[in-house]
């Protein structure tokens, strides 16, 4: 009864904030991310805006061609990929990005070349989602705490595992259906 009580006390809070309970479910849903990972809660927001702040500068440094170069941060690290036209625009990305506070390190893997194909970027996605799924499957693999990223086949894993959940991760994703190549870009905390 008691729990019956909670719940209807909860739902008419959130019936009185309309929209904002969204804003509640939202940050919910991050509490748990942040839960999860094993990096500190402050660098997990770092990460994030860190992510936003690179767009944002690409977006002006580069103001036609933002949408072929994608920014991924994890522990303050950055991973560049996508396409860009030369590679004066290869090397400014990787500038843009490594001023940015509290990045550590920018790995640039920009390629220089015409923007992926809406077939490309579909099979991408899905490698991604294979890879995870895989990943979520096995109980060696600490799924939540490693970052994928699939450009042109090529899969990029990030986190800060062990080595033997790194092995195990590199080895789920080398295996997977749809992957060409895997770099892997994580922190070791054994």
């Given at each position: 009864?008691?729990?019956?009580?909670?719940?209807?006390?909860?739902?008419?809070?959130?019936?009185?904030?309309?929209?904002?309970?969204?804003?509640?479910?939202?940050?919910?849903a991050t509490g748990t991310a942040v839960a999860l990972d094993r990096r500190t809660a402050?660098?997990?927001?770092?990460?994030?805006?860190?992510?936003?702040?690179?767009?944002?500068?690409?977006?002006?440094?580069?103001?036609?061609?933002?949408?072929?170069?994608s920014a991924t941060s994890y522990n303050r690290q950055v991973l560049l990929t996508g396409?860009?036209?030369?590679?004066?625009?290869?090397?400014?990305?990787?500038?843009?990005?490594?001023?940015?506070?509290?990045?550590?390190?920018?790995?640039?893997?920009?390629?220089?070349?015409?923007?992926?194909?809406?077939?490309?970027?579909?099979?991408?996605?899905?490698?991604?989602?294979?890879?995870?799924?895989?990943?979520?499957?096995?109980?060696?693999?600490?799924?939540?705490?490693?970052?994928?990223?699939?450009?042109?086949?090529?899969?990029?894993?990030?986190?800060?595992?062990?080595?033997?959940?790194?092995?195990?991760?590199?080895?789920?994703?080398r295996t997977t259906a749809g992957v060409a190549k895997v770099v892997t870009l994580f922190?070791?905390?054994?």
């Amino acid at each position: 009864m008691n729990k019956l009580i909670h719940v209807a006390l909860i739902g008419a809070v959130l019936s009185q904030l309309g929209g904002c309970a969204a804003v509640v479910v939202g940050g919910a849903a991050t509490g748990t991310a942040v839960a999860l990972d094993r990096r500190t809660a402050g660098v997990y927001l770092s990460d994030q805006e860190i992510e936003l702040r690179a767009m944002n500068r690409l977006r002006e440094a580069f103001p036609q061609k933002t949408d072929s170069i994608s920014a991924t941060s994890y522990n303050r690290q950055v991973l560049l990929t996508g396409q860009v036209g030369d590679e004066a625009a290869r090397a400014k990305a990787a500038e843009v990005v490594k001023g940015i506070p509290d990045v550590r390190t920018v790995f640039n893997e920009l390629t220089v070349g015409s923007v992926n194909s809406l077939a490309t970027d579909a099979s991408d996605v899905a490698v991604t989602s294979q890879v995870k799924a895989r990943m979520l499957r096995n109980e060696e693999v600490p799924a939540s705490k490693i970052k994928v990223v699939t450009e042109s086949g090529v899969v990029y894993l990030m986190g800060l595992v062990t080595q033997a959940e790194a092995a195990t991760a590199t080895n789920i994703a080398r295996t997977t259906a749809g992957v060409a190549k895997v770099v892997t870009l994580f922190e070791y905390i054994d």
